[in-house]
């Protein structure tokens, strides 16, 4: 049974940082596209960030590139998102997803999926 479990959200004031974790069991995960994906009340969920099986290659959304970095540790079967220079626009539920495939930035692609973890962000 696979289960991605993030943590790491909370209560920030703008401008902080935040250190996301997926941490994945039940799949092999080096065969495992990753992305991190957000959903804010009243809008539709959408792509943040997503790493390759080997982390050779990621890609971010226009509105986290330079603030946010995804990385992942095979070893350990997890998935970061690091979070500067949060604004109270980045307030969402964060999401990660797993897939054996490259799904890209496109969330009903991803067959597996965390529970959330909530990332507010006061101004």
């Known amino acids: 049974q696979v289960q991605l479990v993030e943590s790491g959200g909370g209560l920030v004031q703008a401008g902080g940082s935040l250190r996301l974790a997926c941490a994945a069991s039940?799949?092999?995960?080096?065969?495992?596209?990753m992305g991190w994906f957000r959903q804010a009340p009243g809008k539709e969920r959408e792509f943040v960030a997503a790493?390759?099986?080997?982390?050779?290659?990621?890609d971010y959304a226009d509105s986290v590139k330079g603030r946010f970095t995804i990385s992942r540790d095979n070893a350990k079967n997890t998935v970061y998102l690091q979070m500067n220079g949060l604004k109270p626009e980045d307030t969402a539920v964060y999401y990660c997803?797993?897939?054996?495939?490259?799904?890209?930035?496109?969330?009903?692609?991803?067959?597996?999926w965390g529970q959330g973890t909530q990332v507010t962000v006061s101004s």
């Open positions: 039940g799949l092999t995960f080096g065969r495992f596209f």
């Open positions: 997803a797993a897939d054996l495939n490259d799904r890209g930035a496109i969330p009903g692609a991803y067959r597996y």
């Open positions: 790493i390759s099986w080997s982390g050779g290659r990621r």
